[in-house]
């Protein structure tokens, strides 16, 4: 089935570092949605985009649509302790039977670096 | 409500009964969605309600797993004869028709003894 493919599966960060992460598709989404999970809780939605080419901000982070449609980037800058957490990217499948229902990448993981 | 309300936040059942999860959607949204997260993993898509349309259970693993809306509003996962596979966290996410911004309730984590 269609997947969205997240890299890194894992990162360790050091406060104030600036972090980047991607996800990637073999088909063309119309929209790119980033959530972040915190142990024991649901995800919550961190930023949509709906344009090809869309740099959307929300704080500290920022999130690109990429010109392909096929992926989409998320960056962290000047990281600090509370970002820690899994961090997944989504968008809406049609065709083939879907209707719209939300797919997720596996996770990036953003853990303290020791 | 103000945010996607999900009961029980736990849930304990033996091996073999049948167990139900409810889930009630912020008030007004027409779009529903069950996920089921394994410890570590990522969202597996289970079961998507939009408005009157019938539902896309495309991700339903097996028959004993059924769900429905009521009312177009709160709705029930049931799992039927569980297995110890089954455990996990089941998620709950609704959003308004036409807008794939999904909110999250808390999960239920259920484990299956």
């Known amino acids: 089935g269609q997947q969205l493919n997240q890299s890194p599966q894992s990162m360790f960060i050091q406060e104030g570092e600036d972090v980047s992460m991607n996800c990637t598709s073999s088909s063309i989404f119309n929209t790119w949605l980033w959530y972040k999970q915190d142990p024991g809780e649901g995800p919550v939605l961190l930023i949509a985009?709906?344009?090809?080419?869309e740099l959307t901000s929300n704080g500290r982070l920022t999130a690109q649509f990429g010109i392909t449609r096929k992926d989409s980037f998320l960056n962290i800058s000047a990281s600090i302790p509370s970002d820690v957490g899994i961090y997944f990217c989504?968008?809406?499948?049609f065709g083939r039977g879907s209707q719209g229902n939300l797919i997720f990448g596996k996770g990036t993981k953003l853990s303290v670096k020791p | 409500g103000a945010g996607v309300s999900q009961s029980p936040s736990n849930k304990v059942t033996e091996k073999g009964k049948d167990v139900e999860l409810r889930c009630d959607p912020i008030s007004g949204h027409t779009a529903l969605y069950w996920y089921r997260q394994s410890l570590g993993q990522g969202l597996e898509f289970l079961i998507y309600f939009q408005g009157n349309s019938a539902p896309d259970k495309s991700g339903l693993p097996s028959d004993r797993f059924s769900a429905e809306r009521t009312g177009g509003s709160v709705s029930t996962l049931t799992i039927q004869r569980t297995q110890q596979e089954d455990s996990a966290v089941y998620l709950c996410?609704?959003?308004?028709?036409?807008?794939?911004?999904?909110?999250f309730g808390q999960g239920t984590r259920l484990t299956v003894v």
């Open positions: 985009l709906y344009k090809a080419g």
């Open positions: 989504a968008g809406p499948l």
């Open positions: 996410a609704s959003s308004w028709a036409g807008n794939t911004e999904a909110f």
